[in-house]
């Protein structure tokens, strides 16, 4: 435990000092106690609340590249569209640029760039990739997706909602203001990170700027291991001490799911160990007690 903690604060001193935030367009609230009424009116969001409507938002977030966010993303989407049989919207929000466009097969016709110009059109920029789910592209071009207004995707998000009983965000590694304004809207948000001490430090860091710097409620945010592998001097009970927030799930490795199989093998992924361990977790969520999406 003593060389677990010594190891943690090198690692934690480190990386806060790499962890690469950017807050382009955002202004940074430093109280924790902002009320929703306040951050309604900070972020420019319509406080109409969706307590009662079952709509669901579920954003993957991690500043450490590698960690499954886009695998995890897929099999929520897999969840919901197969098994609950919700109409599913998977957005993509990754400019680097993100794997749906290869994955889903998407041309360059469609993407979030031109449903955000044309949000009550933006059924046009969509793709279908299997029964009750759909895809949006991200936006391609890095400097586009950084110039993008605060507030700007909410008004794309109240079009969705109409048609959509669920969106399932992927988001990129690096931390920008088109992907605070969705947090700030999401029912959950599943903080990922691989069981290593390297990954733990910097998805730690990343909690503490969501909640102290953006008031993003502690509450609403999961920690999720993926890829679990287990070290004699590494416990799960140590690190949960360590980062302070307990870790909700624990996803196995599985050599048998290949996001880059989706569209040759979809009826495999359902029968994935990965999927099976997605499952477990959804199914311990209350997402009625939940349910504060607002638009």
């Known amino acids: 435990m003593i060389i677990t903690r010594l190891l943690w604060k090198v690692f934690n001193y480190f990386y806060e000092m790499k962890t690469s935030i950017n807050l382009k367009g955002q202004d940074i609230v430093i109280d924790n106690n902002t009320n929703e009424d306040k951050l309604d009116n900070l972020y420019g969001l319509n406080s109409k609340n969706y307590k009662n409507s079952k709509k669901i938002i579920i954003s ?27 109409n599913t919207l998977l957005l993509e929000l990754d400019s680097s640029p993100g794997d749906f466009g290869i994955m889903f097969d998407i041309g360059r016709d469609k993407s979030l760039e031109l449903a955000l110009r044309f949000p009550e059109n933006y059924n046009k920029f969509v793709k279908n990739i299997c029964n009750n789910m759909d895809a949006l592209k991200g936006i391609s071009n890095p400097l586009a997706a ?55 430090s910097r998805v730690s860091n ?33 690190v949960a001490k360590i980062i302070n927030i307990p870790i909700y799930a624990l996803i196995p490795y599985d050599n048998r799911f290949d996001k880059g199989k989706f569209l040759f093998n979809k009826n495999g992924i359902l029968r994935t160990r990965f999927f099976k361990g997605i499952s477990k977790i959804l199914s311990g969520i209350d997402f009625e007690d939940s349910n504060n999406v607002k638009r």
């Open 206 to 238: 990343l909690i503490n700027v969501l909640e102290n710097k953006f008031s993003i409620p502690k509450s609403s945010m999961k920690l999720i291991m993926n890829k679990k592998s287990f070290l004699p001097f590494f416990k799960v009970w140590d």
């Open 146 to 200: 950084e110039n993008i207004n605060k507030g700007i995707i909410n008004n794309l998000i109240n079009h969705v909602l109409k048609e959509y009983d669920c969106i399932i965000v992927d988001t990129q590694t690096i931390i920008n203001g088109l992907v605070i304004d969705v947090l700030r809207l999401s029912n959950k948000i599943f903080v990922v990170s691989e069981y290593t001490l390297e990954s733990i």
């Open 60 to 86: 993957i977030v991690s500043n450490k590249g590698g960690v499954g966010k886009t695998s995890i993303a897929i099999a929520l989407g897999m969840f919901f569209s197969q098994r609950k049989k919700k």
